[in-house]
């Protein structure tokens, strides 16, 4: 009898067909970037083009995602009175009262069953193309993984059976509760926050990611409701003199780097 492979690995095999070429890049270009990325606390006079802030947002959207669900908004907060407001609420530090630009980084745990339906749109929309592995992984297995139910009764059922099963073998054990999916959402809205300043220095502007603030009133100034949480604030423009407080400090490597 031959044993069934893994949905995931069904999935991945079944779009298998499809051919990317991996395009070359210029690594010392890259490499500059990742390094002259810095947060800028004081910007100068000069604008952002309209057309780049655009452009480096669409590119956040890029980002790597869990199961592409995207569980992420990007408010570009471009009113007057709304943009005043929100350097307020940024506590007046000057990363958000010298920026040209501001952007609300929101993270949306509950995107899951809405990006989930869009998804399935999508495979339907394909016909008789769309494998019938990617319909079970997202009409089956993500519900399964991400919806915790009411009062997360549903996610404590799924951590007890997980827990039994993994004593056996290898089970993904997380998210369990709105905690949880909080925190989902949170490491894939990072990510796509890192896209935006990496192409924001791409393009020649400057950036300062802002945690520093008040939460809770930029998401009444946004209109936000639960279980939407702000993951940062992030200004743009171009550095001035004085811009960056200092050189930059790492500690040794061999404090984060294993190798094992």
Request: hydrophobic content about 40%; charged content about 30%.
């Amino acid at each position: 009898m031959v044993a069934k492979k893994p949905i995931l690995n069904e999935l991945f095999e079944s779009r298998n067909s499809h051919r990317e070429e991996a395009l070359a890049i210029n690594k010392e270009e890259f490499i500059k970037t990742i390094k002259n990325r810095r947060s800028v606390r004081v910007y100068n006079k000069e604008q952002v083009k309209e057309e780049d802030m655009r452009l480096c947002l669409e590119l956040a959207l890029l980002a790597p995602n869990s199961s592409n669900l995207q569980p992420w908004e990007f408010y570009w907060v471009r009113t007057e009175n709304k943009k005043n407001k929100l350097i307020e609420y940024c506590l007046g530090q000057p990363a958000a009262a010298t920026a040209k630009e501001l952007v609300v980084a929101v993270a949306r745990p509950d995107y899951w069953k809405i990006n989930q339906q869009r998804m399935l749109q999508m495979i339907e929309q394909m016909g008789e193309k769309a494998p019938k592995s990617a319909v079970t992984y997202y009409s089956k297995i993500v519900p399964l993984a991400y919806n915790q139910g009411f009062l997360s009764i549903r996610g404590f059922i799924k951590k007890l059976v997980m827990e039994i099963r993994g004593v056996k073998k290898p089970t993904p054990r997380e998210p369990y509760n709105k905690r949880g999916m909080a925190v989902w959402a949170h490491k894939t809205t990072a990510l796509a926050c890192e896209n935006l300043m990496l192409s924001l220095r791409a393009f020649g502007y400057d950036s300062c990611p802002m945690e520093g603030i008040d939460s809770k009133r930029i998401k009444k100034l946004l209109d936000l409701k639960n279980p939407a949480e702000i993951s940062m604030v992030i200004s743009a423009g171009k550095r001035a003199e004085n811009g960056v407080y200092g050189k930059q400090v790492r500690f040794d490597k061999k404090y984060f780097i294993h190798e094992i």
